[in-house]
Nanobody, 120 residues
Framework: QVQLVESGGGLVQTGDSLRLSCAAS????????MGWFRQSPGKEREFVAA????????QYADSVKGRFTISREDGQNTMYLQMNSLEAEDTAVYYC?????????????WGQGTQVTVSS
């Protein structure tokens, strides 16, 4: 069983940066893909970014390409999302996920989420 805990959310202004962290425990996630998703009030959860088990392949939603960077540090069982040039539309609860076949859309484990609020 894998437990995921997100941190790093907060209230920032348009154009600011934030780095989210996702810490995994329970078992190593070094063989799992990991990803970030977000959900705004009244909207469905949407994909943000994903990274493969070795860290050499990444995927991004078009809306965050060039602004967000996903990375992982398996020695510490941690994944990150560096968010730059934040926009009001980035306001959401951000969730991390892990899954052996995550890049195919099969995510087995989810965190509880961390709130990101961008004020304009």
């Amino acid at each position: 069983q894998v437990q995921l805990v997100e941190s790093g959310g907060g209230l920032v202004q348009t154009g600011d940066s934030l780095r989210l962290s996702c810490a995994a425990s329970g078992q190593t996630v070094s063989s799992y893909a990991m990803g970030w998703f977000r959900q705004s009030p009244g909207k469905e959860r949407e994909f943000v970014a994903a990274i493969n088990w070795s860290g050499d392949y990444t995927q991004y939603a078009d809306s965050v390409k060039g602004r967000f960077t996903i990375s992982r540090e398996d020695g510490q069982n941690t994944m990150y999302l560096q968010m730059n040039s934040l926009e009001a539309e980035d306001t959401a609860v951000y969730y991390c996920a892990a899954g052996k076949w995550g890049l195919s859309g099969d995510w087995n484990y989810w965190g509880q989420g961390t709130q990101v609020t961008v004020s304009s």
